[in-house]
């Protein structure tokens, strides 16, 4: 049932308030994160801003930001601002889906000694795990403990792994060999890739989601996808001609979703890097789809069969569309330490783009002059403005987990009363005034700022979500008496009996700092 959500608006200033317009001129650039590695997998450190070309939709750009971002370590103390605003941060996702439980818990213990023997804080780590949705087990940290704790509770959960054996069988059974295997194969073969597809469904859903969450985070930002093998090898290829519409249409879909997932880790500027921890088999006729029979009665060993190797296409499309790594060593400490190498420095490229916000996907190329190393890069961009990327944000979740704490906000949740026998709430949210930019204007002070207020059911949904600007004006003699105040926006909301979540996220709007706070209630 859709809950009824009403808001009642009111600021509480003793002062006038009037509408006004203050004029913004942003410089809009845009940050391109490079990645170089050698033949050996080293970080590349030592290129200049004249061994770079950048492209937008094939179209020649100026670099006007150059810069090497270098890992800053956290045992140093405290950080200066400018080195956090480029600060790494990375995402370890399992993905639950399509790993066996032996194979993920044997990686998550490499990871616990890359913990202990490597991992210096040069950049914060979160850890989160896909099964049916996102779930983030442990916000960034750089403490070690945290992050080991997290690691048990991942080992504790649940595996699905969907990459299990067609039912090959049934290509040597008489009775089907009798009646023709043409339509068992089709069946097999459109079971079986719906079935991945529901699953991938959950994987890439969990990857948008995590994308999105951290669209708005400032500095580099990775995701390690550690899986096992997402098998899009489900038809029998010597019986597919291409005619079963239902398998077309779902097989089609499948790539869809991976191309959402690009387009919106490319959005949130987010690397995918994708750490493959099931090993490495060779095929034989009983694994190989493209068989017309099941191998039974082979003798010895087929070596010509190929390697599940090449089941490479969905991870190597994730990780070359977002500018991540493809890393499929059975050695996963390697992989760590590939990774480890490629988050503590990149290059940031940064041009201006030859147009406005206009929502649509640009493409970003860029080449390096120096032979024989490896360019890794997002591959394009959806230009949507940061505010878009803010409402998307808070409209998840996920965004309940660690609030924006840039500005201090609090939120107070008056006794609810009733308006048609509905409860009704009095949010009242506020901030330091000192925190709200206000500039001359004719002899005046102006400034605004933006509301957001996003409303959760128990299970996490979000059910309301509105989003208001107020304009500010003061005279020179009131903002004296008002900068030592705070600003306080008020909110008469209507719900039906429940448990609920209230987030408000205040943003000022020439400083772009936003807060965020967060009361649970019951009615």
Do not use: C, W
Not at 291 to 314: K, L, Q
């Amino acid at each position: 049932m859709r809950t009824p959500l009403a808001s009642l608006v009111s600021l509480f200033l003793a002062v006038p308030l009037l509408a006004q317009t203050v004029e913004k001129i942003d410089v809009r650039v845009i940050n391109v994160d490079v990645s170089i590695v050698d033949g050996s997998g080293k970080a590349v450190t030592d290129l200049t801003r004249d061994d770079f070309e950048i492209t937008e939709d094939g179209q020649p750009q100026t670099i006007t930001n150059f810069l090497i971002a270098r890992g800053v370590s956290a045992s140093g103390g405290a950080r200066p601002t400018a080195d956090l605003q480029f600060r790494r941060r990375l995402i370890l996702i399992v993905d639950n889906n399509y790993i066996d439980k032996t194979d993920r818990d044997a990686a998550l213990r490499t990871l616990d000694e890359f913990i202990d023997g490597t991992f210096d804080g040069r950049y914060d780590l979160s850890l989160a795990m896909i099964g049916q949705q996102l779930e983030i087990v442990q916000p960034f940290t750089s403490d070690k403990a945290l992050i080991h704790t997290a690691v048990k509770k991942i080992r504790r959960s649940a595996t699905t792994s969907f990459r299990d054996d067609m039912d090959r069988s049934m290509l040597d059974d008489p009775l089907y060999q009798r009646r023709g295997l043409d339509v068992a194969a089709a069946f097999e073969s459109r079971e079986r890739t719906a079935r991945n597809a529901r699953s991938l469904a959950s994987t890439a859903g969990g990857l948008i989601d995590a994308a999105r969450a951290f669209a708005t985070l400032a500095g580099r930002k990775f995701a390690v996808l550690l899986t096992g093998s997402v098998d899009l090898n489900t038809a029998f290829g010597a019986f597919d001609r291409g005619k079963d519409r239902e398998l077309q249409d779902t097989k089609l879909g499948t790539g869809k979703l991976l191309d959402s997932v690009v387009r919106e880790a490319n959005a949130a500027n987010m690397s995918i890097h994708v750490l493959r921890a099931a090993a490495h088999s060779t095929a034989v006729p009983q694994h190989d789809v493209n068989n017309r029979s099941s191998g039974r009665g082979v003798e010895g060993v087929n070596m010509s069969g190929e390697s599940d190797i090449s089941d490479t296409s969905t991870g190597y499309t994730l990780a070359s569309g977002t500018g991540g790594l493809f890393l499929t060593s059975n050695s996963v400490r390697q992989s760590f330490d590939t990774i480890d190498a490629v988050a503590g420095i990149s290059y940031l490229l940064g041009y201006q783009p030859p147009h406005s916000e206009d929502r649509k996907y640009h493409r970003i190329g860029v080449r390096v002059t120096r032979p024989g190393v490896r360019v890794s890069h997002r591959q394009g961009y959806l230009d949507l403005s940061a505010d878009e990327r803010l409402e998307q944000l808070l409209r998840m979740r996920i965004s309940l987990l660690q609030p924006a704490a840039a500005v201090p906000v609090t939120v107070n949740v008056g006794s609810p009363g009733t308006s048609d026998g509905k409860p009704v709430l009095t949010v009242l949210a506020a901030m330091p005034m000192a925190r709200v930019t206000l500039l001359p204007n004719e002899g005046n002070f102006t400034g605004r700022v933006h509301v957001y207020l996003s409303i959760f059911d128990a299970g996490g949904k979000n059910i309301g979500f509105h989003h208001k600007t107020q304009d500010l004006l003061f005279t020179p003699g009131q903002r004296e008496k008002v900068i030592t105040d705070a600003f306080r926006y008020r909110m008469d909301l209507r719900l039906e009996r429940g448990e609920f979540t209230v987030a408000v996220t205040l943003r000022d709007d020439l400083s772009n700092e936003i807060g965020t706070a967060v009361q649970r209630v019951k009615l």
